[in-house]
């Protein structure tokens, strides 16, 4: 009876015990983890490569929609379409993959064109992180050549003219509903009105 209760009680110990390790131990933190690939490699997977200094960092956005966006000055441009001052986004966290320079310092960048944010805040723009190949070094690898000058002006002005193009084409379409909409109550509204065989007063 006594080593029964004694039993039950070890029991009881080892599950509590149990329980307070899972509960007081603190979460892993998952690094980021990619095989570094070549320049050459970095190159044909981007749709833009660059040299460039670190103007500014902003982190954007929330949640699941959080980044941090990169403002470089460029100075060469190895491959695709990139501005004097080329915003690029990354992912806020350097656990996620995110590159986090310090402002500043120079960089070859190698970014893929995509989406970042969501509905209306959504913005096409230029995405890398620590997996892309990026060289923290002012010093271009032969392979990518002399480079070309920069488009004039800033990546994100044109985003700005083409997010306020979409605005108005939004709002076009919905003044378009609405006039639509109150059309078709006018002339439901004068087809009872006027309809054959209504007496007239």
Request: aromatic residues 4%.
């Amino acid at each position: 009876m006594i080593r029964s209760a004694v039993r039950a009680l070890a029991l009881a110990i080892a599950i509590a015990l149990g329980v307070l390790t899972a509960v007081l131990t603190p979460e892993r933190a998952f690094a980021c983890s990619c095989v570094g690939i070549s320049t050459k490699r970095a190159l044909d997977e981007a749709d833009a490569a660059f040299r460039g200094t670190v103007l500014s960092k902003d982190a954007v956005g929330r949640g699941a929609d959080a980044r941090t966006d990169i403002r470089f000055r460029v100075d060469a441009v190895y491959k695709g379409t990139v501005h004097r001052e080329q915003v690029v986004a990354s992912e806020k966290d350097s656990a996620a993959c995110g590159l986090d320079p310090d402002v500043g310092t120079t960089w070859v960048i190698f970014a893929q064109s995509g989406v970042r944010g969501s509905g209306n805040d959504s913005v096409i723009r230029l995405i890398t992180g620590l997996c892309s190949g990026n060289i923290p070094s002012g010093n271009a690898p032969v392979i990518l050549g002399r480079g070309e000058r920069p488009l004039d002006g800033a990546s994100d002005r044109e985003e700005r003219s083409i997010n306020a193009d979409k605005t108005l084409t939004r709002g076009l379409a919905v003044g378009g509903i609405v006039l639509l909409f109150l059309g078709s109550l006018a002339a439901i509204g004068i087809g009872v009105l006027w309809r054959p065989g209504r007496a007239r007063d």
